[in-house]
């Protein structure tokens, strides 16, 4: 499905998304499974009277969380030391798979089992595990499922959410060697569950990631659907979690607000059918050794934006994907990011910066609908956001762009109306001059076929030209 | 909607030395480029009662975005005329149904007619049912609803272009669903859309046409409600 081989460089999202948009399997796939969650989200957030009140709290919650992360992070830090954790500080995914590696490689363990982590996703942490001879087992069933068909995770939820029941069917024939399954969900989650087991039973050291970490107790907490994760954070003598710093919360009752928002935004449930939590370590219950990997990986450089700032309260529940109307046709994959959909389009270009021409690409994969807003538990205001960082890839053009970019006809047509729209002479001079122009394409009274840049807007539509009189014309005949 | 607001007992004037509200600047990423846009348009609109557009998306560029331009700036003059003016500008439905209170305009539009609400209208301005109430009190009219009316046509500006494929896509979809209805009609708040959708139905020769809600509200009976195709 990777078209990353063909292309030197990460490919853009325009760049990618000709070739998922015509993959109609695909298409069906996403555009099925999205409606079916967007359809219950919106039925299980109707039962709740008080949704924007929570919708607001969330926001409210998470701006001061982000004003005064230093010292919750120090809170943190204390509060799981305290309880027999240890906390390790990562400014990068290197140094964040350097830590992990060591503690790894002090089990002399070929094997550990992971509960779904976006984040180690992020630091691309298997592949550093297996650069050391140590396998990462994926025990999510749907990050399984990518993991088998040596896939990429294409949605925040739900990475297998591009695959439909017969792709899976076929895949676990061949990779768990029983040849008679159906294609039943419940015959293929007891496949699933009776390989992951066995893993579950031998494995010595566990990695998750986190939902939340709070401040004032040091409690970690991961929500899921199939109970997995809490084997995996349960089962292994020794317990790596790695979070973001953004996803702490300041106090134990702040869950009152988030554990009502994300269930229902996320898969649209009342609430979600395993929640754990864990403090530091217990004796002679769960792991006997906690370790905490704190990541930074450019989150601080987004907190020190003021407006992109608010795309550190995300908390992953993927409403944002699920209503998309571009993620739902291009899927996951053009993003070419862990993070894809509108979040992704806000968080992958603060993340990476914007000299990575992939990343610098999906503030425009958006037609800026502003249906990702609506839906968004915590009121990031994703629009705005997108429209900012373009604001910031044009100020870079402006600032340090080569004369090639500065030819390019989106600039030059934006400086040139930029400047005729300053003056009615000028603006009404270029409606005359567009009008005679325009001759040279008309037929039958329609456009149909533009030259260059435009051209892409006349492979499937018409446009209509100026009219022999325009409003402003017929306006001055009766004055 | 000039011919609208009249027979509605409303003075309209067009101040002709206006341009454009600079949305697709601003939206594109050139917000240096809306500062002049924008000083212009609180000078040209300044004495003006109320400040009505048929279009939801350039309402909403001066509603949500005009302060942040202004801010921009960091003058306090503009900041304060661009404050003091926003609460006159009005989408044309809004208008109608909010502020003037008037949901039956007397028009008459014997036609199949589905309702396409955009992106804007819905969720920046949030103008609700307003346009659907005044529809509903036209004449004539057969209204039919659009499956996924809330759904983005795919337009977005510059996205039609810089992200053509995705675009046409949506549009594909939009189109579907608009023939399912089998309206001969098409409306909607703005006429961007309305050119987007309108482009690919005209390509497709779809049989069906697109206009603007202001071209169902300014019919009359004494103008025998004739589609106006300019």
Known sequence: MSKRSKHQRTPTFEESAEGYLSNTQLRRNIGHATHTIRDKRAGVVAEMPDWEKLREAGAKLKQRTMRHLDKYLVQLEESVQQAGGQVHWARDADEANRIILDLVKAKQVEEVVKVKSITTDEIGLNKALAGEGIQALETDLAELIVQLAEDEPSHILVPAIHKNRAEIRELFREKLGNRELSDKPEELAEAARIYLRRKFLSAEVGISGGNFAVAETGTVSVVESEGNGRMCTTLPNTLISVLGIEKIIPTWRDFEVFMQLLPRSATAERMNPYNSFWTGVEDGDGPQEFHLVLLDNGRTKVLADEMGRQTLHCIRCSACLNVCPVYERTGGHAYHSVYPGPIGAILTPQLKGLDDPSAASLPYASSLCGACYEVCPVKINIPEVLVHLRGEIVKKKEKEGSLREKMDPEHVAMKWMGRTFRKRSRYERAQKVARSGQKLFTHDGTISKLPGELSKWTAMRDLKPIPKQTFREWWKTRS | ?230
């Open chain 2, 1 to 230: 909607m000039v011919r609208l607001l009249e027979r509605l007992g409303h003075t309209v004037d067009f101040p002709m030395e206006q341009t454009c509200c600079g949305q697709m600047h601003y939206n594109t990423g050139y917000q240096e480029e809306t500062i002049p846009l924008v000083r212009r348009f609180v000078d040209v609109f300044d004495h003006a009662e109320a400040i009505v557009a048929p279009s939801a998306s350039c309402v909403g560029m001066v509603k949500e975005f005009y302060p942040k331009v202004a801010d921009l700036t960091g003058e306090d003059k503009l900041i304060q005329k661009v404050d003091e003016i926003i609460p006159r500008v009005y989408e044309l439905s809004q208008f109608l149904v909010d502020k003037l209170g008037v949901e039956d305009v007397g028009a008459y539009y014997p036609h199949r007619v589905t309702y396409h609400p955009t992106c804007h209208s819905l969720r920046m301005l949030k103008v609700g049912d307003a346009p659907l109430k005044l529809l509903r009190n036209v004449k004539g009219i057969d209204l039919v609803e659009l499956p996924a009316a809330e759904e983005c046509c795919g337009f977005g500006g510059t996205f039609a272009i810089k992200n053509a494929d995705t675009s046409m896509a949506m549009l594909g979809d939009k189109i579907r669903h608009i023939k399912d209805t089998e309206a001969e009609v098409c409306a909607a708040g703005d006429n961007s859309c309305l050119m987007h959708i309108g482009g690919a139905l005209k390509r497709q020769r779809g049989g069906v046409e697109t206009v603007h809600l202001a071209e169902i509200l300014a019919s009359t009976e004494d103008e025998n409600g004739e589609m106006d195709h300019e």
